[in-house]
């Protein structure tokens, strides 16, 4: 079984200030992460993903997230909020094992970018 | 990069209609598909796995003689939506997985908005 938490369903950031969505996860097996972002009236797109190695992943547009196992965590960040980064994101995970591994997604974050 | 298309992008119709959706790999084979549904502000919810040949797997709630889903060839699966009513309004996403890639990669498709009147 496995599932996402993602805290805070409303997230309002300053341009050029940090970015900093959370998201915690439970799985029985050891998980695959993602992060999406999905504009108004569009489907998702993928911003980056975990699956092995290096803990730390950096995906587009200037988006990273770090794998923390002990705390469960898959946390997306961003050093300088843009405009065009307000949009809905959503952690998604699944297990890393079975080729009919089905994502699980949480329940997303509305990122809101103010002058 | 790998892309999915949906068709029609918005429909409306009728209480008691049947509205068809497309979903297309563009550039990869696809043997699996996923249909979600998402209501606004909501989450994506995982309404049925879609398997080339074979018949869908639908999720716990999911009404299979509602949702008929029509995976023919390695690039295209349907959802039809029958005997449409109100509460059947909704966006829904396709997604497919890249079957030769090597990490079975997830693409979605653009959605479909469906209102029911």
């Known amino acids: 079984a496995q599932s996402v938490t993602q805290l805070g369903s409303h997230v309002s950031v300053s341009e050029g200030a940090l970015v900093l969505l959370r998201c915690n996860y439970s799985?029985?097996?050891?998980?695959?992460l993602f992060w999406y972002v999905q504009y108004p009236n569009q489907g998702l797109q993928l911003l980056l993903k975990?699956?092995?190695?290096?803990?730390l992943v950096k995906g587009i547009n200037g988006f990273e997230a770090e794998f923390k196992k002990s705390e469960t965590s898959f946390h997306l960040t961003k050093p300088s909020a843009h405009m065009s980064d307000a949009a809905e994101y959503f952690c998604?995970?699944?297990?890393?094992?079975?080729?009919?591994?089905?994502?699980?997604f949480g329940t997303g974050t509305r990122l809101q970018v103010t002058l | 990069g790998a892309v999915v298309s949906q068709h029609p992008s918005r429909v409306i119709c009728k209480s008691g209609t049947s509205v068809k959706i497309e979903c297309r790999s563009l550039?990869?084979?696809?043997?699996?598909m996923f249909w979600y549904r998402q209501f606004p502000k909501q989450s994506l919810m995982l309404m049925a796995t879609?398997?080339?040949?074979?018949?869908?797997?639908?999720e716990q709630g999911v009404e299979k003689d509602k949702f008929l889903i029509n995976h023919a060839s390695l690039t295209l699966s349907t959802l039809t939506v029958t005997s449409a009513h109100p509460e059947d309004s909704s966006f829904y996403i396709c997604?497919?997985?890249?079957?030769?890639?090597?990490?079975?990669?997830?693409?979605f498709g653009p959605g479909t908005r469906l209102t029911v009147t």
């Open positions: 550039d990869f084979q696809a043997t699996t």
């Open positions: 998604a995970v699944r297990p890393s094992t079975g080729t009919a591994s089905k994502l699980t």
């Open positions: 879609s398997n080339e040949g074979s018949k869908a797997t639908y």
């Open positions: 799985s029985s097996v050891p998980p695959y």
């Open positions: 975990y699956t092995t190695g290096a803990t």
């Open positions: 997604s497919a997985r890249d079957s030769q890639g090597p990490g079975l990669e997830q693409y």
